[in-house]
């Protein structure tokens, strides 16, 4: 299958609001020639990521809007758009190869137009960009509700956090410290020709100057690395991890931090790590078999405890509660397309329920790190002031690191450009058990 339409058919299922690139993208992947598999992902994953000022372009070059019918054209149309404007493939295979797909999609009708859209944004498209950007959404290419949200939480950071969202990620790897240090690891890395050096704030975190397969890195397959942001790398660390305890990751897949628990600590008296899908607990199982980790894993929603847990208290809970991904739209530059603002007060709510559920399974004593991949205070400082608010029993205690930016709770990591992504953590001692327990 021609990579451009491939590319175009996943991205029509994200555009109709049937799916994400994550669960559309892998079966089209599968339709093309493993040659053009890495140019059918950046086409797809580069179109999502700059859609907000595609889709205003477009907008302007056509007479009409698509017919919600038509959301496989306007995908196939955006990726031309995509090749013009951010891409070395040359202008006529760019418009030729697209308007050839129309075929594909038993379209004939659009070739005409693509073909008349696609020459005229080769003609026009800086004129028509210098006009359009005066809009901010257009400029910064993120959905008006984002943008606005971005500004009023963040004004003297906002646009930095866009440029950060927009910019390709950098690869991260940790190191297990079962196996390696990372200094002694970055020394294998260099004698096999590797650019990298150590992160700034994680101390099990590397950062390479370019991405690559990790297969080929030394020792993957032995269990001596893994692929994981520095800001998700902090939460092991941050738990004051110690023999015999008794941890709980709560929402754990896809499992690197519930791995990266077990590495920390090799003498915990167990984890247990709870995700609701049991097909996302596969993954998280290759990862601990990988790395010959051991871990209980249970499918079940974490806020109903009655159906999972056994009554024994935990010493340290993770909880890496579902969030709006605002911090790691780079790497998953869909959201910008798959989340609407009436999103983030659902989440909120979501997010009180799962620890007003958990906090009772906490020894008292234990600590509690919540966690989000938000860049959003709805989700983070303010879920923890109104659970600290409702919970005499619970005291914050101070982050004991450099990374991001205090608030009024918890610690605000921001996307870096070349560094790590958008995260947030909070973290929480229970002084004493609630009336009645």
Known sequence: MNPRLAAARALAAVLSGKASLNSSLPGQLDKVDARDRGLTQDLAFGTARWQPRLS????????????????????????GLYQLLYTRVPAHAAIGETVGCADKLKKPWAKALLNAVLRRAQRESTDLLA?????????????????????????EQWEAICAANNAHPP????????????????ELLHKTGVTAQPCSY???GILLAEACDVRQLPGFNEGW???????????????????????LDACCAPGGKTCHLLEAEPRLGGVVAVDLEAKRL???????????????????????????WDGKGFAR???????????????????????????????????????????????????????????LPTENTEVIEAFLART??????????????????????????????GFYYAKLIKIAAASGH
């Open 56 to 79: 205003a372009l477009a907008e302007r070059l056509l007479q009409k809007p698509f017919k919600s019918a038509d959301a496989d054209v306007e995908a196939l149309l955006l990726v």
């Open 131 to 155: 006009e359009l950007e005066r809009d901010p959404v257009v400029r910064t290419a993120h959905p008006r509700w984002l943008q606005k949200s971005l500004k009023a939480f963040w004004p």
């Open 171 to 186: 690869m991260i790897l940790r190191v297990n410290r079962r196996h390696h240090s990372r200094d002694a690891y970055l």
């Open 202 to 204: 994680s101390r099990d």
């Open 225 to 247: 690395i893994s692929v994981q942001d520095e800001a998700a790398q902090l939460a092991a660390d941050l738990l004051e991890l110690a023999p015999g305890q008794r941890v």
């Open 282 to 308: 596969v993954r998280v199982q290759e990862n601990l078999d990988r790395l010959g980790l051991d871990a209980q894993l249970i499918a079940a929603d974490a806020r109903d405890t009655a159906a999972w």
């Open 317 to 375: 809970i993770l909880l890496d509660a579902p969030c709006s991904a605002t911090g790691v739209i780079r790497r998953h530059p869909d959201i910008k397309l798959t989340r609407q603002a009436d999103d983030i007060q659902a989440l909120a709510t979501l997010q009180g329920e799962l620890l007003d559920a958990l906090w009772p399974t906490l020894e008292v004593g234990g600590i509690l790190l919540y966690a989000t991949c938000s860049t």
């Open 392 to 421: 005499p029993g619970a005291r914050e205690l101070d982050i004991a690191s450099q990374a991001g930016i205090k608030q009024p709770h918890g610690r605000q990591l921001l996307a870096q450009e070349g560094g790590h992504d």
